[in-house]
């Protein structure tokens, strides 16, 4: 939606944006109500301080950067049955809208096709890989990791993703603190395989890891009361320096 609103005159109106609708019908074959996902999106950056509602169905693009929104909306996942990947689905939408690049200065990541080895999010620009890791409440010192052996290989031929990792409370469906860590420092020591899932298991076989992530630098990326990106960029570039 950021890359359609930015291509767009700086007062625009819903029809303009209505017109790429056959692209988001591409884009996000899945979704039946995309109409509404596109009103829904534009809510969003006028949340996120982008745009202004100018009146009824007119819209002003407002040239800030984006400003960080900690509500997880829970309302796009209400199709599954299964909490676990309710919130799944809804705090990756949520990353999608709030998350930027740490490595350059875009400030919007895309989400990468569903079962891309290792990585969920990548940045148009400089093609810089993440993996997102939420848990509702405090994240311990070691975090789910994807599956065993994709992990252990990226791991050996440098193309680990760099890691995001978010704690958010679902009581009040709030993102709480987001902080990061290079993939790079992940070395095959901090990867524990966990038991394959049994024959009877939908997938048969598979093996997960975890990832010791203690002792590991990190940046905090943002924070409830803001955090200026440039300074998280700068910050972030130290934990690559000697």
Known sequence: MRDVVVALPRDFALTDVLKQRGRFEREFPNNRFVDAKIRQSLQVLRDQGSLRFVTPGRYQR???????????????????????????????????FNLYCLNCERDELDQLPDNTPVADFECAACESRYQLKG????LGKKIPGAAYQPTIEAIRCGAMPDYVLVEFDTRFATVVF?????????????VEPRKPLSPTARRAGWQGCNIVVDG???????????????????????????
């Open 178 to 190: 987001v902080d990061a860590f290079p993939g790079l420092l992940i070395t095959e020591d901090r």
């Open 135 to 138: 848990k509702n409440g405090r």
């Open 216 to 242: 590991l630098k990190s940046v905090r990326v943002v924070a409830p009361a803001g955090l200026d990106r440039s300074n998280v960029r700068d910050e972030w570039q130290s934990l690559h320096r000697p």
């Open 62 to 96: 407002l040239d800030v950067p984006p400003a960080f929104s900690p509500l997880i909306d829970m309302a796009v996942a209400s199709r599954f049955v299964s909490v676990a990947q309710a919130t799944r689905v809804a705090l990756e939408t949520w990353a999608s």
